[in-house]
């Protein structure tokens, strides 16, 4: 007897994001921008967005089911709308609208240290010799040098 081959289960493929969680994740860390007003009010917490993948993989629509105001909100939706899915062919081509969920954390960057800055002066001094009646006086010279470190 031969073996039956198994039949793909899903009749409709779901998009993927290229590159999968991962590039998902990366996409939304560098192209977030934090907020000016959250981030003077100190606002963290988690966005929850439900949207829409068109049959090209573009995201259509984008609806922020659970927010935190201060302009995260339309943050979360702006990232979201950048998104571009690929989408596996189907048996038939359908042109299907899938909706999908995600969340999108917004936690306050950690301030840097700012570390004294450490100066030195050095200075060198030479010193004038001795007058001589038809010779002009020599002048002193300074040698100062300046390092700071950061």
Avoid at 11 to 31: D, H, L, M, Q, S
Avoid at 53 to 74: L, P, Q, R, T, W
Avoid at 93 to 102: A, D, P
């Amino acid at each position: 007897m031969c073996a039956k081959e198994r039949r793909d289960d899903s009749f409709i493929k779901k998009p993927v994001y290229p590159g999968g969680p991962t590039a998902y994740r990366k996409f939304i860390k560098e192209n977030l921008k934090y907020p000016i007003a959250a981030k003077t009010n100190k606002i963290e917490g988690t966005v929850f967005v439900k949207y829409s993948i068109n049959h090209n993989g573009k995201v259509s629509e984008a609806k922020v089911i659970k927010g935190i105001g201060h302009g995260c909100d339309e943050e979360a939706i702006r990232i979201i709308k950048l998104l571009k899915f690929e989408i596996p062919k189907g048996p038939r081509k359908l042109r299907v609208l899938f909706h999908q969920k995600t969340q999108i954390t917004f936690r306050l960057p950690k301030e840097k240290k700012v570390t004294p800055q450490k100066i030195v002066y050095s200075y060198q001094y030479l010193p004038a010799t001795k007058k001589t009646e038809k010779q002009p006086p020599k002048k002193r010279s300074y040698t100062f040098t300046i390092s700071s470190y950061q």
